[in-house]
């Protein structure tokens, strides 16, 4: 096996490891790491729940002295910055690893290139760019928020094979089947928030916590986007803001008896710009949320939701499930209103994976270059 192929090999096992953070570690990155030696796996690590231990500090924790003369493979390049912990690229070094191989560079203005800096002035080998596209789809949303200031979006839409989300009288329960369920817990697990608009949360009174799949209390930040608070503090969301974190977006402006009402019981209220109609101004809906620190959002929204999010270029990734029943041309579409008057304004996406999880079929797709 070639050098570069070893070198894969075990990048792959990093990135594996590295997915284990996703939805847990926000604000931080989800990284992976292993420590080889002769060919033999010496310690393994990922960053853990709230971002600390780093996965550096955990793989050489395992390894001990073993790692002194080994090579460490790392999704992202080391820290190089005193923070909660010192920084992962001395460790390395303090343990006396002799090459850094690296899928992806640290943007962070603490780090960017200052890690690798760290590494080669005390004499360690470095190699940098290994697997760099599977790092950087990834940790997709920890470069949004630390690029352009945002997190990244998942837009997940649950359809009839005509491409209908409810009947005309609103009925959604269960458009698929049992399996694609589980399937959206999980995604709910790997995200770091999930949003919906206030038509979805006064309809449907959801929870938005993550069932079914054995990660019972991994549950994600709950962001309504609800301009006039409109919510009601009966609703399951607003009894249950004390146990998991609830987050509205409002306009300014609002009646200040209740936002501290809202306040009291636990909720982030959390004023977004808007429009001359009072609508959300969405894009800086994001910035708010990336200035929180929020890396990976998960928008279970309807169709308004959805579309308006597509409008504002926002949708990082799009997921649709489409259970074989038809509904009918009466019943409400997967997107609302896009005022497209032409094909070649139509926002266009590129299929990137397709499975089949029991009776549906779950479709990912990415937006096309503009």
Known sequence: MSDLAQDERWMRLALSLAQRGLGRVWPNPAVGCVIVKDGKLLGRGWTQSGGRPHAETEALSQAGDAANGATAYVTLEPCAHHGKTPPCANALVDAGVKRVVSALDDPDSRVAGQGYKTLRDAGVEVTEDVLVDAAADLNQGFLLNRTIGRPMFTLKMASSIDGRIATAAGESRWITGPEARRQVHLMRARHDAVLIGAGT??????????????????????????????????????????????????????????????????????????????????????????????????CEGGGGVASSMIAAELVDTLVI?????????????????????????????????????GRDNMTTWKPSAR
Request: glycine residues 12%.
């Open 201 to 298: 949360a006064r309809a449907d009174d959801p929870l938005l916590d993550v069932r079914e799949i054995g990660m019972a209390g991994d549950n994600p930040i709950r962001i309504i986007l609800d301009g006039g608070l409109s919510l009601s503090l009966t609703s399951r969301l607003a009894r249950t803001a004390n146990d998991t974190p609830l987050w509205i977006c409002h306009r300014a402006g609002l009646d200040k008896a209740r936002l501290k009402t809202w306040n009291e019981i636990g909720v982030t209220l959390i004023e977004v710009a808007h429009n001359g109609t009072g609508e959300l101004d969405l894009v800086d809906m994001a910035i708010q949320l990336g200035k929180r620190g929020l890396t990976r959002v998960l």
């Open 321 to 357: 499930f489409t259970a074989g029943l038809a509904i009918g041309s009466e019943g409400q579409g997967v997107f609302g209103p896009l005022q497209i008057d032409v094909l070649k304004d139509a926002p266009r996406f590129d299929l990137v994976k397709t499975r089949t999880i």
